[in-house]
Nanobody
Framework: VQLQASGGGLVQTGGSLRLSCLAS????????IGWFRQAPGKEREGVSCIRNSDRRTKYAESVKGRFTISRDNAKNTVCLQMNSLKPEDTAVYFC????????????????????WGQGTEVTVSS
């Protein structure tokens, strides 16, 4: 099982980036896929996820209305469209897969995700 995150980069405040998470070795639609981020000196936090059972999505309060998660089963890919980026969005972004049955209170908890990809760095300049 491998997850490959890509799409990070340097962008100005207010700009947009689209992150992609490509899965190999398993069919992504059978797992809940989450995006997490970790800024220097901070704990890893959940950003968004899409649940396999019902395609329910969840977003951290800090990104609601700005980020959109989507899944393309044909490409075995989950994307995170990030608009209106702010300097506080600067972090390394990771995608992860969970084969556990997640409920609303655990969907953005990294503890419940059992497969992780490498990160992609996002830097938002002010």
């Amino acid at each position: 099982v491998q997850l490959q995150a890509s799409g990070g980069g340097l962008v100005q405040t207010g700009g947009s980036l689209r992150l992609s998470c490509l899965a190999s070795g398993f069919t992504l639609q059978y797992a809940t896929i989450g995006w997490f981020r970790q800024a220097p000196g901070k704990e890893r936090e959940g950003v968004s996820c899409i649940r396999n059972s019902d395609r329910r999505t969840k977003y951290a309060e800090s990104v609601k209305g700005r980020f959109t998660i989507s899944r393309d089963n044909a490409k075995n890919t989950v994307c995170l469209q990030m608009n209106s980026l702010k300097p506080e969005d600067t972090a390394v972004y990771f995608c992860a897969a969970s084969t556990n049955g997640l409920i609303s209170t655990t969907m953005l908890n990294p503890y419940y995700y059992n497969y992780w990809g490498q990160g992609t760095e996002v830097t938002v300049s002010s």
